[in-house]
């Protein structure tokens, strides 16, 4: 038999409050703060016989806006304000006629206007819109190299063609309702070898070109990527998850198992092109290889440590835990207990992983009756520095007697300090001839390139030296372990027996 555990560390509802508001916040219409547009608002009007121009404007709605002018307007509530404008970068967004709400005569002068009509909060939006976007083409044309400019418009016209001829090629068969799977997959097999050298060559000079600008030319030199070739890549699921991050990062579970579909996903035959593209960006490879590097160590500490009598394994930022899974599925009936311990800080994930490897152990429920699963909702955070006595305890219940620690994606987004911390942590928690196998990316310029530049997808990539300075200073031996493609680095390190 096996038993189910799901810990939750991190009871409580959250609660929602609003402080020092005299009504619902629903009820508010949406306001402009304005920060968010390109060129300062400013509102003139004429009141008593007097001409007020260019007042600094806090916050504009629909029927009202706040101002913060340099000096006290000296006017008092309930004056009428004609001739009101209110402008943004030279254009004019309102005009017409207003009411003054409040004015604070204060050493910060505030006040409040009320306007008689509504304003057209789209068209501040569109105008704000197009007035930063010309305003960040004519700084692209002014600052960032002919050589950048060129790079980028020969990758959208090479993805523009693909999906011109892909989307013709949809349409001579009828739809693509009527393709079978196997005969999409092939022609995006078939159409990706021709495509494919020549789009990743220009990733990799788009990454050359942006590595010589300065740090402030390349935020715009990554803006001007994003806003040329993420329209042309939403369609498919992996590029549009990875921009748009629903659970708050990019490389989140339901991404991982994107990575490993063999059915590809999209509405056209061009998005699933894209996913293709995707799984197999030499990142996108290596994600694949390094799940088969994972559980080659699950099968090897199952060997090595025969003369325990019982085997824990730690997996860390678990995600789909695809390597447990399949471990589960290829190996030899365990004489001994195995308790398989999940760690994660997303439920979801957490609840999916700990799901699959119940369902690959009733599958085999002679030869895996001494496997245990354990899922625990619980973070880095709170291994580095639980805050109460229940999430002690629960630190205390992971970090024992391990056989192996496992992680594959997590040090990817740990800062060094934290990085090393955490293999410290786990050390502590490491049986005798126990160890860790944590994996870590390598820039690759192919890859990285439209990751940080279009997707705003940001990893710490390292190098084996920089892997191997999380063991520092530790007993046991720690050497670099890659995965097939050389661009996964698992630091592999193991504690004496005695």
Request: overall charge neutral.
């Amino acid at each position: 038999m096996t038993e189910r555990e799901t810990d939750r560390s991190r009871t409580g509802a959250v609660h929602a409050t609003l402080e020092g508001s005299s009504r619902p916040a629903w009820l508010r219409a949406r306001r402009i703060p304005a920060g968010e547009t390109p060129d300062p608002l400013l509102c003139s009007f004429e009141a008593e016989g007097r001409r007020y121009e260019k007042l600094p404007v806090a916050d504009l709605g629909p029927g009202g806006l706040g101002l913060r002018p340099e000096r006290p307007l000296g006017l008092a509530p309930g004056t009428a304000l004609q001739d009101l404008e209110i402008r943004s970068g030279g254009q004019r967004l309102w005009s017409g006629e207003g009411e003054l709400i409040y004015a604070l005569d204060t050493a910060e002068p505030r006040a409040g206007l009320r306007l008689l009509g509504l304003l057209d909060l789209a068209r501040v939006h569109w105008t704000r819109g197009l007035e930063g976007l010309l305003r960040e083409e004519e700084a692209g044309r002014e600052e960032l190299p002919v050589a950048y400019r060129t790079a980028l418009l020969q990758a959208v016209q090479l993805l523009e063609g693909a999906k011109r001829v892909l989307t013709g090629a949809e349409g001579e068969k009828g739809g693509l309702e009527v393709w079978p799977d196997e005969e999409v997959r092939r022609l995006c097999v078939e159409f990706h070898m021709r495509w494919s050298p020549r789009f990743l060559e220009l990733m990799e000079r788009l990454d050359e070109l942006r590595a010589d600008l300065p740090p402030e030319a390349r935020l715009l030199a990554d803006r001007y990527a994003e806003r040329a070739l993420l329209p042309l890549l939403l369609s498919c699921p992996m590029h549009s998850r990875a921009s748009l991050k629903p659970r708050g990062y990019a490389g989140d579970f339901e991404l991982m198992l994107l990575y490993f579909a063999n059915r590809l996903r999209g509405e056209s035959l061009y998005a699933r092109f894209l996913h293709f593209t995707a799984q197999h960006y030499p990142l996108g490879r290596t994600v694949v290889e390094r799940e088969r590097t994972l559980r080659e160590r699950l099968e090897e500490a199952s060997r090595a440590r025969s003369d325990r009598p019982a085997l824990r394994i730690l997996n860390l930022a678990a995600g789909p835990a695809l390597e447990m899974q399949r471990w589960l599925e290829e190996t030899p009936a365990p004489q001994k207990p195995v308790e398989l311990i999940l760690v994660d800080q997303d439920r979801d994930s957490l609840e999916y992983a700990q799901a699959r490897l119940l369902e690959r152990i009733a599958a085999r429920p002679d030869e895996l009756r001494n496997v245990r699963v354990r899922a625990l909702h619980f973070s880095v955070k709170q291994i580095l520095e639980p805050k109460t006595e229940e999430e002690r305890r629960t630190r205390a219940g992971i970090l024992r007697d391990l056989d192996l620690v496992t992680s594959s994606g997590l040090f990817d987004y740990l800062p060094e300090n934290f990085a090393v911390r955490l293999v410290q942590a786990l050390h502590e928690g490491l049986a005798p001839g126990g160890g860790l196998f944590l994996g870590n990316l390598r820039r690759e310029p192919r890859t990285s390139w439209l990751m940080e530049a279009v997707l705003q997808w940001h990893l710490r990539y390292r190098e084996e030296e920089e892997v191997l300075r999380w063991a520092r200073g530790l007993p046991g031996q720690a050497s670099i372990t890659p995965d097939r493609t050389g661009r996964c680095l698992f630091l592999d390190y193991r504690l004496p027996a005695s």
